[in-house]
């Protein structure tokens, strides 16, 4: 198209001019030359063509009705991530949007929003996240008002080993609906490996936002785009990490093997604080992978192709597949394609402490056996997989003690159950395939629901026995880098003083310098009578109550099963007894620090 004269305010000499630059305009600047005629704009050099020396500043005024809601609700960190990649993602195609943790977020708040996507986890055996319980107690409760004006849509994450597969996603999905609120993309249930469902979900979302809501303010500093070329690592772009250390913790005698593994992550541009963990991606043990084949009865060499990549059925069982741990999904995918009556019945209803008792003490070799799959076609059998994911472990040490290495304490995991020897993937292979100088294939996990106070005097309270006090080690080094005096008190607890006090001496050097102010320990195969970290705590009470009275943060990291259940119940006896409340009183404290988030659990 050719401007004229005479349907233009310009010229015959503009025109010209005008003509000769647009016909050798790409496309992106066009639409970049348009929005620079059509806003406002800053220029910081003469030549209004030369992008990398000009700043430009589109603006539209927002309404109420454009903006979004991001909420989230996380244990581990998963959905923030999520939340945060999706609302940067959101604002760059000129939507008003902003991410709210759920405990921060006040749910009668709904009622005033006009579209929100809810990201949320499910916990355990079908719980909330500790930073949802209240969002997801109001929204089931009868005080959830009605939402008919509301735009949303759910992305719930689970892991399918556990029976309540993505239940609160679920549950959260199906109350908004009865409330009256408009889905606008279904909801969609992701397992750990959550990456492309998760992607798959945002695009279907953004797609039906863009028709319910309209660009508004955006800040574009084309310099800064210019120079945005650092390679990021991630769960999906792992760094290759050399091993320095591999230690065994435990003194000669002891019944465990927990290793300190300490790694290079100089150059990798990857940062962390005090409470985040390292996923860490495995391989299979090679004895397993060989007996998986020889059963199945296929050539290890033959290939089978994973969204486009190429593997050996070898290379696929040892990088690639979850072998080791199944799930009711994958047994009920199984069935369906290769008809088994036993497993037809231990999938009944009926069977589900069965079902579930099966799935804890068994993998997939175990499958292939008890159900007749000896000889399934390879290419029908491998697509109902799950891809293996990272084993996540707490950093033990600290970004501003050491800045080029990150130490991880990994307990090693050996049982025997189903008649056979059976190993923990990842914590296996660091024990006994892995020596320094080898690598590893790992990335940084935040978790922002696990973090020490902004006010550094804040007296915190660490609880942690075992492994669990791993995210300690990386408090203390951190405090004693910065110069921190705030009170700080260790709960620790293992099975013998002389073989498991892992970290002892750093430990009592802290105590020694101040640092530490107290600790107690309790090892409970010392004595006849078992003591735990709990009864350490309940012993001292007293000091304990005065210091949640002074505005203590408690830190609970460690098995969530036992160890963590036990410890909730003996803070509410001591809040209940020092504090002299009835028990409802002492559950709502609690439940005020945990939503003051001076209540804060990193629990497995």
């Known amino acids: 198209m050719q401007l004229q004269v005479r349907n233009s305010p310009f010229s015959e000499d503009q025109v010209q001019l005008l003509n000769q630059l647009l016909g050798n305009l790409t496309g992106s600047q066009r639409v970049w030359l348009s929005g620079y005629l059509s806003a406002e704009t800053v220029i910081q050099d003469s030549n209004p063509l030369n992008v990398e020396s000009i700043q430009t500043i589109q603006e539209v005024q927002p309404t109420q009705a454009q903006e979004i809601t991001v909420l989230y609700g996380t244990q581990t960190g998963n959905a923030h991530e999520l939340a945060e990649t999706f609302t940067e993602q959101l604002s760059g195609k000129g939507l008003t949007v902003k991410a709210v943790e759920m405990n921060d977020f006040k749910p009668r708040d709904l009622k005033k929003l006009s579209n929100v996507l ?85 695009t279907t979302v953004s797609t039906a936002l863009e028709k319910v809501a309209s660009p508004t303010t955006q800040k574009v500093d084309s310099t800064q785009q210019a120079n945005k070329v650092t390679t990021l690592y991630s769960r999906t772009n792992p760094f290759e990490s050399e091993v320095l250390e591999n230690i065994n913790l435990n003194g000669r005698g002891s019944n465990k093997e927990t290793r300190h593994l300490e790694l290079l992550i100089e150059d990798s541009n990857m ?120 084993r996540l472990y707490s950093i033990a040490s600290s970004y501003q003690a050491n800045p080029d290495e990150v130490h991880l304490t990994i307990g090693t995991v050996r049982y025997h159950a189903g008649g056979r020897d059976r190993n923990g993937v990842c914590s ?15 990335y940084v996990h935040r978790n922002q629901n696990f973090r020490l106070p902004e006010d550094t005097n804040t007296p915190i309270i660490m609880i942690g026995p075992g492994t669990g006090i791993a995210p300690y080690r990386a408090f203390m080094e951190e405090r ?24 002892q001496t750093e430990w009592q050097q802290w105590v020694k310098q101040g640092v530490l102010t107290n600790i107690d320990i309790a090892f409970s195969r010392d004595r006849e009578e078992k003591v735990y970290v709990q009864h350490k705590m309940y012993e001292k009470r007293t000091e ?61």
């Not at 080791?324 to 019945?345: G, S, Y």
């Not at 296996?428 to 790992?442: F, H, M, N, Y």
């Not at 004693?480 to 970290?503: A, R």
């Not at 020092?578 to 709502?588: M, S």
């Open 118 to 202: 809810i990201i949320i986890s499910t916990h355990g055996e079908g719980d909330p996240p500790d930073n949802a319980i209240s969002f997801c107690e109001f929204v089931n409760g009868k005080r959830a008002p009605k939402l008919e004006q509301l735009n949303y849509s759910v992305l719930a994450l689970g892991d399918s080993s556990y029976e309540h597969f993505c239940l609160t996603g679920k549950q959260i999905d199906e109350r908004l609906e009865e409330l009256g609120a408009n889905r606008i993309a279904d909801r969609i249930d992701c397992d750990l490996d959550f990456d492309e469902p998760a992607e798959n979900w945002f």
């Open 480 to 503: 004693d880098e910065l110069g921190i005096e705030g009170k700080s008190w260790l709960f620790f607890g293992d099975q013998h003083y002389v073989t498991d006090f892992l970290y």
């Open 271 to 390: 940062k962390f604080e005090p409470g985040d963990s390292i996923g860490v991606y495995p391989e299979n043990d090679a004895v397993l992978v060989e007996n998986l084949i020889t059963t199945l009865q296929w050539e290890r060499d033959n290939t089978i192709t994973i969204k486009d990549q190429t593997y050996t059925v070898e290379e696929a069982l040892t990088h690639y597949y979850e072998i080791t741990v199944l799930t009711k999904p994958l047994l009920q995918k199984i069935q369906e394609n290769f008809k088994n009556d036993k497993l037809a019945d231990l999938l009944l209803d009926e069977n589900d402490e069965k079902l579930r008792s099966y799935i804890e003490n068994h993998d997939l070799l175990d499958v292939v056996n008890d159900f007749s799959l000896l000889g399934v076609d390879v290419d029908k059998f491998t697509p109902l997989l799950r891809r293996m994911p990272a």
């Open 428 to 442: 296996v292979q660091v024990a006994e395939r892995v020596e320094p100088g080898d690598t590893l294939k790992i």
């Open 544 to 604: 304990l109550y005065k210091w949640l009275e002074e505005g203590a943060v408690v830190y609970v990291c460690g098995d969530e099963k036992s160890m963590a259940k036990d410890v909730h119940d003996t803070l509410l006896q001591i809040i209940q007894e020092e504090g002299g409340l009835t028990i409802e009183d002492a559950q709502q404290y609690l439940a005020d620090m945990q939503q003051n988030k001076r209540y804060q659990r990193d629990v497995y």
